[in-house]
Structures are given as structure tokens and as C-alpha cells.
């Protein structure tokens, strides 16, 4: 009996095994769709984190673009009514909440400058070019001495007046619009200036039987730039200026149009003792425009004395590309002339097509940084001048690396440009041009 009742429950629970086969089956498969439940819902909760995520990013950049904008433009509208101080504050606070703004660190600079705060002024030029503070010796100690304006006012005050005949204006023609070139040169004589032209030998061979009313001289260049061997070096330029010209010596660009030439030269002589005195000339349309714009990207002509032209040699930057029409001032002040520029003169300039090359942009920023930094090292003044000793810090602290060929480095070196024209125009003394009686 108990080996039958022993059979019938084995017997049994085979036959039971099919059922609980298939509930494990269907368990199994419960789990997995629970499984499958659970990672759906992970997903679209994944996906819903995501578009919070991202919506949450899209809210903060707009916010953070509105709460950066507010202090921005409160400072800008601080400084275009001349409280440099106050608009220090609002610009430094829309920096901390976006760094980012567009010429920020540039303005910030340019406000610490114009309040004569080197300093700061100095640590918002690293930042806006991305640069590491290095160690400099300055070789001059500050000392008690005469200030940089009092020293200002009393060459304004005092301004030496040379005879406009004694007077060289330099220029380098070319064969390119000579009907302007002529009424520009035409108009330099009427003010009683010697005008001369500096050309290589073969461009002169070119450019004479269009200029019969010129004196040319001849001048072979101490290095050549592949691609136009008739661009001259700014060093070159010097040495034959400083060799062939007079008391006062100019450069110009060749097409610029002196009008009330006599005012414009008196204005010169009476202030380029110890200065460097020059300015941008007046786009126009044609002779009709009685108006004229004002050139806000560089410098078309400059005066000083014979003596100072040693002061501004150093660079490999040739006439007729970019960077040398910034290095000239930069140079000058670097070495403790007095930056002047000319306002209300009526050096006109008439519109013709330009190319702007980039690369060539590029490629001389190169070489007007070396040059720049090499200030550091070479500039001197007789006596301590506080905007000389900014600029060869500024220059200690340039780099080549500013010029890499990648997108930041060659955002970076446009950025110096525009700091560049901000110094210039930040650290030149406005002198208005005289008017006197020609007849």
C-alpha cells in the first residue's frame, strides 16, 4: 500500500510538472514585460530630464544674456556722458555674470586708461587677449617729477613754430589714380611744402612720366617682400627722411588732399616740438561732399622733428600693408613723444574700391608684435613717463602666440587691433587746426 500510495504521488506531480513549467514560462514572461515597462518609463523620464534640462539651459542663457545686458548698458550710457568711474561697477558685475560680451574686457580697459589706472587697466588687457602676466623690468624706478599732463599742457602752451618752408613732406606715388595723386600733390605745394617721393628704382622707371612735378628719390629696399618688392620697409622710409629732409619732416599717404593746407601746416609747426603730430583723413564721395567722414580704422599722415626719427624705427612692417600706420604713434609715444592729433583739419580722401586681405592682415600682425614687444626692451625716456611705462608693459606681455593660425588665436590678434586704435586715440592730445589768413 505505501509503495502504490508512493507511485500515485511521484505519478502525480509528473503529470503536474507540464503546469508548473508554463507558470514559470508566464512568470517569466510577466518579469520581462515589467522589465521592459520599467525601461520605457526610464526612457521617457530620461527624455522629459533632457528637454527640462535643456529648456532650464535655453531659460539661464537668456536670462543671463538680459541680466548682463542691463549693467552693460548702464555703464556704456555712464561713459558716453563722461563718468568713466561710475560705469566701472555695472561693466565689471555684466562681466561676472557673462564673461563672454562681446569687446567687454575691451571697454573695461579702455574706462581704467582714460582714468589713468594702469593697474587694472593692465590686468583687462590680459584678459581680453587671453594672456599670462610675466615679470618685466620696467629699468626706470618711478620717481617725484613732472607729471605726464602738466608736461602736456606746458607743450601746448609753449609750442615751438618752424617756417612752413622748412618743412618736407614725404610720400611714395604710385601708378594707380595719378589724376588724384596729382590735385594731392598739387595741393601740398600750394601750401608751401617740398614734397618728395620715395620709390624703388624700377617703380620709379614706371611712375615719373606720370609725375613730372616731383622730386623722386631713389631707394633700395633693405629687405624685399616677395610679393610687391616695391613696398618699402618703414625703416628705410626713416633713413632716407632723416638723411634727405629738414627741421620738420611728414609722411603721407599719396592720395590725401590738403585743403586750407596753410591752416593745417601752421597747426603742425606750432606743435611738433617733442610730439608726434598726425591724424585720419575725411572720406568722401566726390567733390561735392562738403562733409566728408571721418576714417575710424588708422592714421594717414604724420609730422615730426628730424631728430625723432631714430625713435620709431625697430619693425619689418612695410607702407602699404597693414599694422604700420599704428606702429608709427605707438612707437613714438613708447619713446616719450607726445602723441597729437590733428582735429577740424580738411584732409580729404576720395572713396575708390579697397581689398582687405585677411591673411596679409595675419601676417603682419606678426611681425607688428615682435616689434611691439621688442619696445619693452628698447624704448627709453629721459625722465619717467607714466604712459611710456604702460605701453612697454604692454608690449612685455605680447606674444607670438597671439597669431597661431586657429580661429581664437587669429580672433585674438584682431582683438589687440582694436585695443591698439584705443590706445592711440586714448592716449593722444586733441590739438584743433589754426585758422589764419592765407592771402
Known sequence: MQKSNLISRVWNRFLRFPQ????????????????????????????EISAFTDNY????????????????TLSTILRASGHYQESVNPLRVSLAVNPNILDGYRYLFETHLVLRQFSPAFEAFLLALDLEPVPW????????????????AAALEDGTTVASRNVTLFTSVMSKRPEIQRLAIESWRRAGLRVVSLNTP????????????IEFISVDPSWLYEENPNLLPIDDILSVMAREGSTVCGFINSDIIMMEGGNLLASVTRHVH??????????????NDDVGTPYSQGFDFFFLEQESLQLLKGSKLLVGMPW?????????????????RLKGHRMLHVNHPQTYDVLKALEFSKRFFAAFHHLSQTAATP?????????RRLGAAMTLDLTHDNDHHNHRAFRFGAIAFSLINLMAIDVPVEKRDES
Open 137 to 152: 623690468d620696467p629699468r626706470i624706478t618711478p620717481a617725484r617729477g613732472i607729471p605726464g599732463l602738466d608736461r602736456v
Open 324 to 340: 604700420w600706420d599704428y606702429w608709427i604713434p605707438l612707437a613714438a609715444r613708447a619713446n616719450g613723444l607726445l602723441m597729437k
Open 202 to 213: 624700377d617703380e620709379i622707371d614706371h611712375v615719373a612720366p606720370l609725375f613730372s612735378d
Open 20 to 47: 508548473k513549467v508554463e507558470e514559470k514560462e508566464r512568470y517569466t514572461e510577466n518579469v520581462l514585460t515589467a522589465i521592459g515597462d520599467i525601461a520605457n518609463r526610464i526612457s521617457k523620464f530620461e527624455a
Open 57 to 72: 539651459y535655453r531659460q539661464f542663457q537668456e536670462h543671463q544674456q538680459v541680466l548682463s545686458y542691463a549693467p552693460s
Open 383 to 391: 625722465e619717467y613717463d607714466e604712459y611710456s611705462h604702460f605701453l
Open 274 to 287: 617733442g610730439s608726434l603730430v598726425f591724424g585720419s583723413r575725411l572720406d568722401i564721395q566726390n567733390f
